[in-house]
């Protein structure tokens, strides 16, 4: 390459890098605010004009959330549920991948089909079934109503039955030769292999059950049993809304996927690649 095409290079690689930056900033700007709002006066939020940084730095509004609500007990619900839907569904879903994957049996077609087709069905189209039968069945304000229509996630099947149709059915041979049977096979032989696949899908759908909040919020009235994106939303006051209050419990609300995504940033890109390529 000559110097010129060198200079030109560093060139447009400095704006491209430059963009990149400036889009992180903008991206960044409502989180940074967030955090910084919650850390000032409740009067210093509500002014007029931008301050980047508080006049008076102040704890009380996470003292509040966490001493004056009932916050302690929306994070037991969330990680029960988040922690419950996580097991069921990657192992529900890593059964029934191997299935469709090794399995010859009637309606597999048909079943891989409807798999499929399922992501042409939005979640939000079914709320009012789920509520329907979730009441029906006595389970409103329940961690398992929580819960159930929470447990299926297609992408992770996809991703599981792609995975299987990868390893080399000399695998499946040799353990058949040993008179293995299919869940020998399966957690002795296959899972061994694809532990990085689903340690990257656990931690996705965990974030995804965390973060959820439509359902949870339908399928919970009691104060005490929700989860802690809806509890959130209690954290008012008689006499109106207290802004900095109601950021200082979304801090706290985040503050776990957000750790969960800083200590498994691989993992978490890892998953949502799948997914993404699943998808497109």
């Known amino acids: 390459m000559t110097a010129t095409g060198i200079r030109r290079a560093n060139f447009w690689g400095g704006v491209i890098t430059a963009l990149t930056i400036l889009m992180a900033l903008i991206w960044a700007f409502p989180l940074y605010w967030g955090v910084i709002s919650s850390l000032k006066p409740e009067d210093e939020v509500v002014r007029p004009y931008i301050e980047l940084w508080p006049e008076n730095l102040t704890f009380q509004h996470y003292v509040h959330a966490l001493t004056a609500t009932q916050i302690g007990a929306w994070y037991v619900n969330s990680i029960a549920v988040a922690v419950g839907v996580t097991v069921i569904t990657i192992v529900t879903s890593m059964l029934c991948g191997y299935a469709l994957s090794q399995l ?128 959130i939303t209690q954290v008012n006051d008689a006499f109106g809304v207290y802004y900095a209050r109601e950021l200082a419990a979304a801090v706290l609300a985040g503050l776990p996927v957000a750790l969960a995504y800083l200590l498994f940033q691989r993992r978490v890109t890892e998953a949502i690649t799948l997914s993404a390529g699943i998808k497109g």
Not at 104 to 131: C, D, E
Not at 171 to 192: K, Q
Not at 212 to 228: D, H, K, N, Q, Y
Request: glycine share 4%.
């Open 104 to 231: 010859q049996f009637p309606g597999r077609k048909l079943l891989w089909w409807l798999i499929l087709a399922s992501f042409m069905v939005p979640t939000q189209a079914l709320i009012i079934n789920h509520f329907v039968l979730t009441s029906q069945l006595g389970l409103i304000n329940t961690w398992a109503g929580i819960m159930l229509p929470q447990l299926i996630h297609p992408v992770i099947i996809i991703v599981y039955k792609q995975f299987f149709d990868q390893v080399p059915h000399d695998f499946r041979e040799a353990a058949v030769m040993d008179n293995a049977g299919e869940f020998r096979i399966l957690f002795r032989v296959y899972l061994p292999m694809n532990w990085g696949v689903t340690t990257a899908l656990s931690i996705v759908c965990f974030i995804w059950t965390w973060n959820a909040f439509l359902w949870p919020f339908l399928s919970v009235t009691r104060t005490e049993m929700m989860t802690i994106t809806v509890g």
